[in-house]
């Protein structure tokens, strides 16, 4: 539609002309501040970036970031790796969530809290996954102390652009990371929210097998073991039936073998099953055809996870667990007479190391220490857990004593335990710790 000015009144042409004026000069700032974000970029000493191709409209610029990181950061010349980071700015007066991931990051994204809270966003893929690999894996380098000093080391390299707070934040490993971040660096941030995170104390934590012996219904609980039993009582037609599952996707069984990997999954089923929330009524009966019986398995359990990609794809997570994080094991004693590839005369570990390498575990002496300076320091933290979750088992147990906000979600699991799906009251019991914690107002949707 074409406008003639000439014919318009006055005062609305002024209104109008002001209206445009503001918009133009939002718009310059905004490109301005994107511009100056990158000036700031471009003086760092060890960094490069580039613009992302993830610009949502809720931020004014998002940079892919590669940041030079010290092997051993007490001894430099040991070597370096490059870092994948994601940063997504908004304005560099707002506080920023400082995302610590567990695992690798493949894309930026926006979180959940960054949203929630109205805040710039900086993603950090973990040492030793994705692209944040040196040249040589050499798992020496690979610890929580190293990995706490990259977070630390970007926190202050952008601390300057971002005086404002800030808060970390992840999610299962991711969380964990959190945690171990807010021990080791205490006043990096105000704030620490970690997702379904546990504190695993040992290499073969119990408090998983009490767990699994008391979520859901005793009903629920003896379903679930009747579809282990049916398996293994059909072991040579369900083998064979998942034999040609495995080769239709592909997978290779050489660090287990085929008969390992699905005696495994058959003792994996029922942490997997709470872990992810499957939903009781819809187990099928233990008398129903193996055919039904074995595609309800491979949605919940199944064998990819431990084929030979799922041990490369996670061989640093299990270096990890084995050295310092401590994980879980297999129950066998219901199944003793039914598993014939699998050892019988202890329960079997979920920890399968790079190439079967020997790992000193540490005895749980950081895990434990962590876990103790939480329970008797850590406040300024707020959990949120699924109380269908098998890792909610080794969350951190509420303590009254501590300024922080613990949440074991009714019916919530590992992927949908989010702020998201909490009642009113608890988001505006989340919303009014993060301010009070922060010194601030919030302008996200907890502000809504």
Aim: proline content about 4%.
């Amino acid at each position: 539609m074409n406008i003639n000015l000439s014919v318009l009144p006055s005062a609305f042409l002024l209104v109008m002309l002001l209206g445009l004026s503001s918009s133009v000069r939002q718009l310059h700032a905004q490109a301005m501040d994107a511009t100056a974000v990158e000036a700031y970029l471009f003086d760092l000493t060890d960094v490069r970036f580039e613009r992302s191709d993830f610009q949502p409209a809720s931020f004014t610029g998002a940079w892919n970031l590669k940041i030079r990181q010290p092997l051993d950061h007490d001894h430099p010349e040991k070597g370096w790796f490059y870092q994948r980071v994601y940063l997504s700015h908004r304005d560099a007066e707002l506080p920023v969530v400082l995302v610590t991931e567990g695992y690798d990051r493949g894309r930026n994204y926006e979180t959940e809290l960054a949203k929630a809270i109205g805040a710039n966003q900086v993603i950090v893929e973990h040492r030793y996954y994705g692209e944040s690999v040196p040249d040589s894996m050499d798992y020496r380098y690979l610890n929580i102390r190293q990995a706490t000093r990259d977070l630390h080391r970007i926190r202050t390299m952008l601390g300057t652009l971002y005086p404002s707070p800030w808060v970390a934040s992840g999610i299962s490993k991711g969380g964990q990371t959190t945690l171990y971040y807010r021990y080791f660096f205490p006043e990096d941030v105000v704030a620490s929210v970690p997702y379904v995170a546990p504190i695993n104390l040992s290499l073969e934590d119990e408090r998983i097998y009490a767990f699994l012996d008391e979520v859901g219904s005793g009903k629920c609980r003896r379903r679930i073991q009747d579809i282990q039993r049916r398996i293994l009582d059909e072991y040579d037609a369900s083998l064979l039936r998942l034999k040609w599952h495995a080769k239709g996707a592909e997978y290779r069984f050489d660090y287990l073998t085929l008969e390992e990997a699905f005696e495994y999954a058959v003792l994996e089923y029922p942490f997997s099953f709470w872990q992810w929330g499957a939903d009781c009524d819809e187990l099928p009966k233990a008398n129903a055809s193996l055919e039904v019986i074995l595609d309800h398995f491979l949605e919940i359990s199944g064998l990819g996870f431990f084929s030979d990609d799922g041990m490369v794809n996670y061989a640093s997570h299990y270096y990890q667990c084995a050295a310092e994080f401590g994980y879980y094991g297999y129950e066998v004693e219901p199944f003793k007479a039914s598993l014939r590839a699998l050892g019988t005369d202890a329960n079997p570990s979920a920890i399968f190391t790079p190439n079967r390498m020997a790992v000193e575990y540490d005895g749980g002496a950081l895990a434990q220490s962590v876990y103790d300076w939480i329970d008797s320091e850590g406040d300024e933290i707020i959990y949120v857990n699924g109380a269908l979750d098998t890792w909610s088992a080794t969350a951190m147990p509420p303590n009254e004593d501590r300024d922080a906000l613990y949440f074991f979600l009714e019916g919530e699991s590992h992927g949908t335990a989010r702020i998201r799906n909490m009642t009113e009251a608890q988001k505006e019991s989340i919303r009014d710790a993060l301010e009070r914690w922060m010194g601030i107002e919030l302008t996200g949707t907890l502000a809504d």
